[in-house]
């Protein structure tokens, strides 16, 4: 009988942190959902990990070899076969109780998209990972979750359909800020939780606390991506295309050091294919400055960031 919640979690390399993930979701885990587990070539003791508990839990098990995490979660939802997917990473934590709660939302409202609130944690950081009394949970609007600046996968409950003909793309970095915002834009209603779904670990080897070269690019293309979308709802799209000129000017003042050349060439780029009326059009007062002051901006947050890379 198909299940009504797949948690799909990719694993590499998480030998560290897999347990502690894993008992934070098996310790709760109803006969509604459906855990998938793919192991993306790992080459610690993650497996030895998974394999303790094949022993105890039901759960589908994926080994592969080393795709990268986009690929990962493709073969998540290629394997899933619920009516709603959710994803956790291996080196994270799920909040005690929310399956809970999820499970009973779904079954009483039965709506798109679920948006849940989110703690990051500093790895090595004691935490309590209770979950928290819910507040004012709320219907709110695709254009409401627009205005946000994080689009991690793990925040939200999707329902699986909203992935049709939708898939991470492989081989980029910062893939949620590439899809997810695709993802919502199909979402005729959408729900937002207020209670923790995830405790994020912040590690110092994380994707966010590096740079390269390639960052710069996968923003460019998120952009343009977003840029070709822009006539189909200019609203939605203005939003997403302010928040992500924001983060694009941020990683090419970040990555200036590495090729100053090629971040100016991709900054021109950006301005011929974002026009300041887009920006305009989102309402948001700092991408808009952002935009008229492009130049200026980029070369202060240069300044500021310089002292990370010297």
Known sequence: MPKLLSIIIPVYNVELYLDECLKS????????????LINDGSTDKSNEIIEKYSNEYQFKYISQVNQ??????????????????????????LANGIIDKIIKEIKTSKIDLYKFKY?????????????????????ISRNDIAEETDFYCWQYVFKRSLFDGISFDCGRCFEDQLVIPLVIYKASTCKFIDSIIVYYRMRNLSITNTVELSHVDDALFGLYRYSNKYSEDKIYF?????????SFLSKCARADHLDHSHVMNAMQEVNKIISINMIISSKNLKAIIFRVFSKFIFYRLRIVTKKDYA
């Open 25 to 36: 979701v098996f310790e709760q885990i109803k006969d509604d959902v459906e855990v998938i």
């Open 238 to 246: 203005s939003k997403i295309l302010a928040e992500q000129y924001i």
């Open 68 to 93: 990268g995490i986009s690929a990962t979660r493709n073969v998540g939802l290629k394997e899933s076969s619920s009516t709603y997917v959710t994803f956790l990473d291996s080196d994270d934590i």
């Open 119 to 139: 703690k990051k944690f500093i790895d090595g950081e004691d935490i309590d990972t209770s979950i928290f009394p819910s507040g004012n949970d709320v219907f």
